[in-house]
């Protein structure tokens, strides 16, 4: 999505340890014309397959879930990664491990919230090794609901989580496809 | 507001230690057709302020934040709880006890995303004692930009912090005052 690769190039910046801060417009801050044309964009690549319900994961995929929701006209469930006084009854749970912030996480989703009639389109703002992704991916199989596909904002496609999806044959949409940020230039995947 | 009011009577639960988990419409899953209504209602009051940035904090305001930010047309900033590997550069930063998680937080907010030039209002889905608020009012005062107002999903109105914001002189509009939870019972403050 050529709006999203020139927003990385221009206000984007690579840190150390292969992080991309997007912090400017997409995490921290959240540019609304940014996020609103990509929920649209999202919309345009899903919108038959019947999506009535979008799964992401607390802090920085709400904004762009909720912001996708509305094309939908569907409700989002976000997990949370950890149980918090807020929440009772029976869960969905699944470990994933953040290589951003180096720990490890339970991802937890209230049962009551996912149902096995759901067509569940899962998003998130980033896409790395993918473990995110997958610990969704298996509460939603857990819930017995039907994944509908996957759109991600930025995939760092040189550490490999997407493909390994491609090659499972889910339904994956990345937004921007980073190849490499060596010396802190990113270089986008050609279409 | 009364439709907030309603989805909290039929759907909202109170939870022992004085916690209402809103978690089917609010937080958790978010009902997309309930916060589009908030945002707009919240816009309607706040309209002829100028806000030129939304400020809220993770994870359970972004929602609210960013559905809002469309109809100001401005961006959106979320203060985080810790400092992540992906937050660099100078910080605002602010202490503040959550009631509901028993912890303390430090909330950041990177110093290049508020400007003095910043109408600042502020989104929150609860006020209880005010902890949050109150953090988030003194990043926006230390940034040197202008408090517009505050806009609060639920004020848990026999908890005071509200009332305190009130007598100092902040505007603030909550979408939905509750009065009293004893028994299980959710009250409403009459306008």
Do not use: W
Request: include cysteine; glycine fraction near 8%; charged fraction near 25%.
């Amino acid at each position: 999505m050529e709006i999203l690769e020139r927003a990385i190039q221009e206000k984007g910046k690579v840190l150390s340890g292969g992080v991309l801060k997007v912090g400017s417009f997409l995490n921290n801050q959240i540019d609304t014309n940014l996020i609103s044309a990509m929920g649209k964009d999202i919309y345009e690549k899903f919108k038959d397959c019947g999506v009535s319900k979008i799964l992401t994961v607390e802090a920085s995929g709400i904004a762009i879930a909720v912001i996708t929701a509305q094309f939908f006209n569907c409700n989002t469930v976000f997990a949370k990664k950890s149980k918090t006084a807020n929440v009772d009854g029976e869960l969905y749970s699944a470990k994933c491990f953040s290589f951003t912030h180096k720990n490890e996480n339970t991802l937890i989703v209230p049962k009551e919230y996912l149902s096995k009639d759901d067509k569940v389109l899962i998003i998130d703002d980033f896409l790395a090794h993918g473990e995110a992704v997958n610990a969704l991916i298996s509460i939603v199989n857990a819930a017995g609901a039907t994944l509908s596909g996957v759109a991600i904002a930025i995939e760092k496609g040189f550490q490999g989580g997407g493909d390994e999806l491609r090659k499972k044959g889910v339904n994956l949409y990345s937004l921007a496809v980073i190849d490499s940020m060596e010396n802190g230039q990113v270089v986008f995947r050609k279409n």
